[in-house]
């Protein structure tokens, strides 16, 4: 079989970089003339309430991302990406307490397949609510994925370098405090042309799901 470069887009990957901003803080307090003994018990639950977390502060659903390339399963890494190692490869990450990514991509006869499962953990729900907002900001030409997340949107684009057409799936979801990214793609590099829109939008929803279901497993 003839060898056939892959186009820059498909080989030119970036890895994922996440800075977790972190906030900490610390009680201090004077040295209180000495009480009458009937006030004792008062200054104790002065104290105590000062020294306990706010009530307000809502718990994190999701304190760590979980690990990516066992949120596909195999039969499924074999169907979307045709020889490539179920295993995955995980992307190296600045912080995979928060962050966590896995990439399988395998090139079959002429068919070449690329998948990505991104997980991030955020402080707050509202937190990952803008994000994904934010994330949708940047596409266009989608649309919203019932029954996935608490919200998900998916997009295909279809690209062309070389004459050789390489068509995109991303599909973006958001489960409380944390947010599931799914990138598909694929191209036929014999034909010079894409997949269809359907199979690689399905193939992006799929591999979402499944993600969504194994980050469910990681709840508080």
């Keep these: 079989m003839r060898s056939f470069p892959l186009p820059i887009a498909l080989t030119a990957r970036l890895s994922p970089v996440v ?47 979980p ?7 195999e039969k499924s890494v074999k169907s979307l990406v045709p020889g490539a190692k179920t295993a995955g490869k ?13 990439s399988w991509n395998a090139l079959k006869g002429y068919e070449y397949r690329w998948l990505d499962v991104s997980f991030e953990v955020l402080e707050s729900d509202e937190a990952a609510e803008r994000s994904y907002q ?17 919200a998900a949107y998916s997009v295909v684009n279809l690209t ?22 799914v990138t598909y793609n694929g191209s036929d590099f014999e034909s010079k042309k894409a997949p ?19 980050l469910e497993k990681n709840r508080n």
């Excluded at 949708?136 to 997340?149: Q, T």
């Design 134 to 150: 934010g994330r949708l900001e940047d596409k266009s030409g989608g649309g919203a994925v019932p029954g996935l997340g608490d």
């Design 67 to 73: 690990a990516p390339c066992g949120s596909i399963a």
């Design 19 to 65: 800075v977790l901003a972190a906030a900490g803080w610390a009680l201090s307090s004077g040295s209180p003339a000495a009480p009458e003994a009937a006030d004792k018990p008062a200054e104790k639950t002065k104290t105590q309430s000062a020294s306990a977390p706010s009530q307000t502060q809502a718990a994190k659903t999701y304190a760590a991302a």
């Design 90 to 102: 995980e992307i190296q990450s600045t912080d995979s307490k928060l962050r966590r990514t896995c």
């Design 196 to 214: 269809g829109t359907d199979e690689i939008n399905k193939g992006a929803i799929k591999a979402a799901k499944e993600a969504v279901a194994a």
């Design 160 to 181: 062309t370098e070389d004459k050789q057409q390489t068509r995109e799936g991303v599909v973006v979801a958001r489960a409380s405090n944390a947010l599931v990214i």
